[in-house]
């Protein structure tokens, strides 16, 4: 069984600014690439209001609903103007994900060295390697093919 990512989601809310950030690529980023927290927040935490007032307040329509509920945002019409942040009732979006970090601050999890050093980089314990699958009752939920996230994930 290949190893995968793990990432703490619950213990990263401890930390005011992560320094580092993680992409996965796999297949066409039409949207623009998003960072695997991001697309964690956005897939697990989000609590997908009917209204979504973060996608009404977006002065540049960056925000769009899938039909699954789920908020993705179009990282290429994005002005980082913080509406989205500041309306979310539930406070799910984080300031520092639609911060721009430096490339050598972005580790590509498809690499092994940059897993390997996005690993080192993070707070500890945060972020680990997992030989483990899908595990709801530990909370552990599957993000893509490569990352697992450890999230209290919002049931309606």
Known sequence: ?????L???IKLRDYEDLPVDAIFTSGPALN???TIREEATFEFTCRRCED??????????ALEKEASGRVIRNVNLCVRCKSCIMIC???????????????????DLNDEKDLEAFIRACPEETVTLYEGEEDPGE??????DRV????????Q
């Open 1 to 5: 069984m290949k190893k995968k990512v």
């Open 52 to 61: 979504a007032p973060c996608i009404s307040v977006c002065p540049a329509d």
């Open 7 to 9: 990432i703490d989601m």
């Open 139 to 144: 909370h552990i939920y599957r993000l893509n």
């Open 32 to 34: 623009g690439l998003r």
């Open 89 to 107: 009732p539930f406070g799910t979006l984080m300031d520092d994900l639609f911060e721009i970090k430096p490339r050598d601050r972005i580790f």
């Open 148 to 155: 697992c996230v450890k999230e209290l994930v919002w049931n």
